[in-house]
């Protein structure tokens, strides 16, 4: 199956945004000093908010940022915006009124600037 990813840039404005939600991680387990270490924690903190996300979108529709792991804080932060519930809601039934064999999915950053987001 072929993958193209493109992107799509918008303002939204802050008073659009819920509070960001906030994952405490324990990565005492980790050795944070290789490469490994923090490619694993990384993987436990997208884990654990992936599980998050996914009951919020089958629950009550909402579709949380990708997360923003800080290993030194021991965080990983979302954030969520009903215009990213709109947004990626709409990807989905164009693919569908065109015909597309496959779903069109979107994901979302939050960012101040093009640099946070990628």
């Known amino acids: 199956m072929l993958k193209v990813t493109d992107e799509l840039q918008m303002g939204v404005p802050e008073y659009l945004y819920d509070p960001d939600k906030v994952f405490n991680i324990d990565f005492s387990e980790y050795d944070l000093t290789t490469k490994e270490g923090k490619k694993a924690a990384t ?37 969520h915006t009903v215009v990213a519930d709109i947004s990626t809601q709409a990807f989905l039934e164009a693919g569908l009124k065109y015909g597309f064999t496959i779903p069109v999915l979107a994901e979302w950053d939050s960012g101040q600037n093009w640099y946070d987001c990628h």
């Open 43 to 79: 993987a436990k903190a997208e884990n654990i908010v992936s599980r998050f996300s996914k009951r919020e979108y089958r629950t009550k529709g909402y579709v949380w940022s990708r997360p923003k792991v800080d290993l030194e804080k021991g965080t990983a932060t979302i954030s």
